[in-house]
Nanobody, 116 residues
């Protein structure tokens, strides 16, 4: 079965950086699109960034120029490098397998990012 395991969250001061990692198993990783979503308290879950199997990327407007998504197919891992973090980036971040523009079917357990 598909399993996604995230790591890398934590507490960071505004302006700081974090790198999230998500390692997948049970899937042919180089054939799937992957995404990072986040959900803050009281907010809906939103797609932060997506990377296609061919490497094309998407970013939501609020993180453009600050976040970078990448993938290492040899390691079955997708990354989210987050720089210049703001308090409004505070949320639980989820890795997911994306199967359409923004819909996902398999999710990781989530990792907390707190900017304060």
């Amino acid at each position: 079965h598909v399993q996604l395991v995230e790591s890398g969250g934590g507490l960071v001061q505004p302006g700081g950086s974090l790198r999230l990692s998500c390692t997948a198993s049970g899937v042919t990783f180089d054939e799937v699109d992957m995404g990072w979503y986040r959900q803050a308290p009281g907010n809906e879950c939103e797609l932060v960034s997506r990377i296609a199997s061919d490497g094309r990327t998407y970013y939501t407007d609020s993180v453009k120029g600050r976040f970078t998504i990448s993938r290492d197919n040899a390691k079955n891992t997708v990354y989210l490098q987050m720089n210049s973090l703001k308090s409004e980036d505070t949320a639980v971040y989820y890795c997911a397998r994306v199967f359409s523009t923004s819909a996902a079917d398999y999710w990781g357990q989530g990792t907390q990012v707190t900017v304060s």
